[in-house]
């Protein structure tokens, strides 16, 4: 059987898409104590975002000037094989921090 781009394409959407699902929720295991707040957008992005984004099973995500609220849209709904977080997962205002630091461009070279 001959094998298709298209269809290696598929595959790895679906490797990525349990990847990504199975980090995510192992990520929420951080979230253990009511009143539990993030430090900062740096810290949401290495325990939640860097699992996909900084090994290119996703895009690379810092350092494209993206807008605050298109993050924040993507990350709420979800995209191609990006799952959406609820609130319950990222609070509005964890969403917020990393929206900030994601859009943010780095001063580092």
């Known amino acids: 059987m001959k094998k298709t781009r298209s269809g290696n394409y598929i595959v790895g959407c679906i490797i990525a898409i349990f990847f990504v699902a199975g980090n995510a929720?192992?990520?929420?295991?951080?979230k253990t104590t009511p009143g539990?707040?993030?430090?900062?957008?740096?810290?949401?992005?290495?325990?939640?975002?860097?699992?996909?984004?900084?090994?290119q099973v996703?895009?690379?995500?810092?350092?494209?000037?993206?807008?605050?609220?298109?993050?924040?849209?993507?990350?709420?709904?979800?995209?191609?094989?990006?799952?959406?977080f609820r609130a319950a997962e990222i609070d509005d205002e964890s969403l917020t921090k990393l929206a900030e630091f994601i859009s943010r461009?780095?001063?580092?070279?």
Not at 36 to 55: L, N, R, S
């Open 25 to 30: 929720w192992s990520a929420q295991d951080e």
């Open 105 to 109: 461009r780095s001063t580092q070279p």
């Open 58 to 84: 996703g895009p690379p995500i810092r350092n494209r000037e993206l807008p605050a609220a298109y993050i924040r849209a993507v990350v709420r709904n979800g995209r191609f094989a990006m799952p959406a």
């Open 36 to 55: 539990f707040a993030w430090k900062d957008g740096a810290e949401i992005y290495a325990k939640i975002c860097a699992y996909c984004h900084d090994v």
